[in-house]
């Protein structure tokens, strides 16, 4: 029986749903990081709400989802690896050093992101913080053998591409993992919606506006086809403070968490 873990979105946007203010402007950079900050002024009233504490204490949620898209841009060209010159069959398997896994649960979180072309360099290192990296078959051998030797974690899901279905099993059966907490981007999020994971959602708007063709959204990536109907939400809780932002809670009716997926 494979379990799939509890997956509950979490983004802040502006009211026209925007989660950047451009494309190539990485939030987590300046000047975006101020800008952003900025969209929301002072509150007379404010309820600070860590929604990272508040779904580790509903579902002990212990892994971040994030994208490649969220740590390097499109156009930033990664170092380059040494090349792999071995046999690179066993490198497909996935990589969980038992002496990362086999602490006790929960000792840390994980910081899962997908990132099948092998883009992000991992420089940093976070106490009670363990990357795992989410990689398919068309991954670079390369990529795979620098994480072995970084010792950091990896799970191969999925052929040309991250099957995100069989990743986030993966983390269920592998792991133990039983809630993840999505902080990623309009694409990856688009992608879990478009693959019906999507539990819940926690959507924060900023009182103010970006517009522009081609800025990040909420939910990205392909759109519905002809027929297709939307993905309907059911409201939990609603928010608003005195400096205009609003906190949105919502349940996707039908979604099955920690029931047995068919692959």
Known sequence: MQQRPRVVVSVGA??????????????????????WAAMTPPSADPIPVDIIEVVKQQYGCNAILEGSGSLVTEDEIPSELPAFDGDPAGLYQHFLPPDITGQPSPPHMWFPVVDSRGRVRWTEDHENWDVLVLVARSTPPAYLAYLR??????????????????????MGTELAITCVLSA?????????????????LHLTLAPA???????????????????????PLQLLSVHTDTSGS?????????SSPNKAQTQ
């Open 246 to 254: 609003v906190r949105l809670h919502y349940a996707v009716p039908g």
């Open 209 to 231: 506006l970006i517009g522009g063709l081609g800025t990040p959204s909420i939910m990205d990536g392909p759109p519905l086809t002809p027929g297709e109907p939307p993905t």
């Open 14 to 35: 502006s009211v026209d749903g925007k989660v950047a203010l451009t494309r190539d402007a990485l939030l987590m950079h300046q000047p975006s990081t101020d800008l």
């Open 184 to 200: 990623a981007g309009g694409g990856l999020n688009g992608a879990l919606l478009r693959a019906g994971l999507i539990d819940e």
């Open 149 to 170: 030797r970084q010792h950091i974690c990896y799970l191969v899901a999925g052929e040309e591409r991250v099957d995100l279905t069989q990743a986030i099993t993966a």
